[in-house]
């Protein structure tokens, strides 16, 4: 199965900054998701996009996904100091049962 | 709606010992997953259920780890005997269908001494 990796592996920023995390896998999806993880916390769902979208955004998050270079990107704008926390991006297997492949994820910082 | 459930949320053993956990999911989600999230890493897939069938468990280490979900709800974890590499937080997670965004409960944190 799968793994979406994630880049960088971990970004510092100050507030009010954007910051773009990138995630990339190997072989055909159903969707994929983002999840961030608050230190020490669940894990929280952000957003899912389908294979046939290309653009999806939730309040300040925007997400895009190109199929055919199997990457996607995540875009947080005008962080807070609440958005310090691991972002790790899902592919969704296409077969078989269709499992989440978590990554070690993207650790973002944001500075005050 | 409620959320996930876990217990306990922290758990201390030592190594050779047993110990269990529980998931109560969203009330009507089908799918229910257990992960393993050692630290600094994503979490691992250990076991997916539809309803009270398994799914995957191709990397539950079934010589010690064991899993079952009664009547399609509930949810528990064992492991059985505990070894030092096992420390970790075990995370449940449901979702309505098994592509569709997953509901994590808070994890409990095992540490085995």
């Known amino acids: 199965s799968q793994q979406g990796e994630e880049d960088p592996q971990a970004l510092s920023i100050q507030e009010g900054e954007n910051a773009t995390m990138n995630c990339s896998y190997k072989t055909s999806i159903n969707n994929l998701q983002w999840y961030r993880q608050n230190s020490g916390r669940g894990l929280v769902h952000l957003i899912l996009?389908?294979?046939?979208?290309r653009e999806k955004h939730s309040g300040r998050l925007r997400v895009t996904l190109d199929t055919s270079k199997k990457s996607s990107s995540l875009l947080i704008t005008a962080s807070r100091a609440a958005d310090t926390a691991s972002y790790f991006c899902?592919?969704?297997?296409?077969?078989?049962?269709?499992?989440?492949?978590f990554g070690q994820g993207t650790r973002l910082t944001i500075n005050p | 709606e409620a959320g996930v459930a876990q217990s306990p949320r922290y758990k201390i053993i030592e190594k050779r010992q047993s110990v269990a956990f529980w998931c109560n999911p969203i009330s009507g989600h089908a799918t229910l997953y257990w992960y393993q999230q050692i630290l600094g890493q994503g979490p691992k897939l250990l076991i997916q259920f539809q309803n009270n069938g398994v799914v995957d468990d191709s990397q539950l280490p079934k010589d010690r780890f064991s899993a079952e979900r009664l009547k399609g709800v509930d949810s528990t974890l064992k492991i059985q005997p505990a070894k030092l590499e096992d420390s970790a937080v075990y995370l449940c997670?449901?979702?309505?269908?098994?592509?569709?965004?997953?509901?994590f409960g808070p994890g409990t944190r095992l540490t085995v001494l």
């Open positions: 899902a592919p969704s297997e296409i077969q078989g049962a269709q499992k989440l492949v």
């Open positions: 996009i389908r294979s046939n979208e």
């Open positions: 997670a449901s979702s309505s269908y098994h592509y569709n965004e997953q509901f």
